[in-house]
């Protein structure tokens, strides 16, 4: 079972690591690996077989990699739109 699920897992330790970086002062930095650990899970959703991709895939192939997209892109602009806090 947990072997089936390794997408899901790489996808959550990415951005586990990155709300991690966030957490530590670093908003800008956290919120690139985020949107890094959206694009992953874009990736192997798009790449990986319905059989592989375990808890990726929630609806079809198609929609789950439109709103990945759109979140990762989303994310990734915001993160990187967002001003630096002042020194």
């Known amino acids: ?5 390794w997408p899901f ?24 690996v985020l949107a890094f650990g ?4 874009l990736f192997l959703r798009l790449l ?3 059989e592989s991709a375990g808890l ?3 609806r079809s192939k198609r929609i789950d990699v439109a709103v990945l997209t759109l979140l990762a892109l989303g994310t990734g602009i915001l ?9």
């Open 1 to 5: 079972m947990l072997r089936r699920e």
């Open 9 to 32: 897992a790489v996808v959550l330790a990415v951005v586990g690591a990155g709300l991690v970086v966030v957490s530590t002062g670093y908003f800008r930095r956290g919120t690139v």
């Open 38 to 41: 959206v694009a992953l899970a």
């Open 48 to 50: 990986l077989p319905a």
């Open 56 to 58: 990726l895939q929630v």
């Open 79 to 87: 993160a990187l739109w967002v001003p630096p806090p002042p020194a």
